[in-house]
């Protein structure tokens, strides 16, 4: 069991990507908390820091919403190089040129609420089981299921945990 890498509450951790997910920019925050240096990161697709304890549904729905325009909120559970974990609450949008068009994403994360933490690590834990290798398997029913359950949308849900809003 690995142990958990703390975040400090002043902390914002950021990096931009082009369109594919490539990093093409990490602040110093990001390196320090990811381990890596700057050189390892840029270029690298940015699943470098991906943990296998995140459901596959969580990046399914990140990308269907960012490559519609849309912004996302999540609690990210990462990987550094050095193998222990730590937790951000993330906003991921899309960046645009000066003519309007979608030209990368940007991903601007801070420390996640500790309760959020607690309740969003057993609904990754319930959607990871329910996913197959390679498929989503019964996760996204269950995603699905729990959000309607609450009347609430993905981006809400996430940052009322932000706020330490107790759903479950
Ligand atoms: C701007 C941006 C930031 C991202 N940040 C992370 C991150 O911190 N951790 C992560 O695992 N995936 C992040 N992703 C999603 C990854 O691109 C990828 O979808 C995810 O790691 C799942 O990888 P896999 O499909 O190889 O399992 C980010 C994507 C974008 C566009």
Known sequence: MSS??????????????DLAGYIVHANDVFCEISGYHKEELIGE??????????PHIVFRLLWSKLLD????????????KDGRYYWVFANVKPTTDKY?????????????NRN??????????????????GKLGQAAVKLKELLESKTIKYNDFAQRLQKGEQFI
Do not use: C, W
């Open 100 to 112: 309007g068009e979608i030209n990368g994403f940007i991903s601007v994360r801070k420390a996640a």
């Open 4 to 17: 958990e890498y703390p975040v400090a509450t002043t902390q914002l951790i950021v990096t931009k990507t």
């Open 116 to 133: 959020g933490v607690a309740q969003i690590d057993r609904i990754y834990k319930r959607l990871t089981s329910l996913e197959l290798p």
């Open 69 to 80: 325009g849309q912004e996302v909120y999540a609690f990210v559970k990462n990987m550094r």
């Open 45 to 54: 697709d940015h699943n470098i820091v991906r943990h296998p304890d995140m």
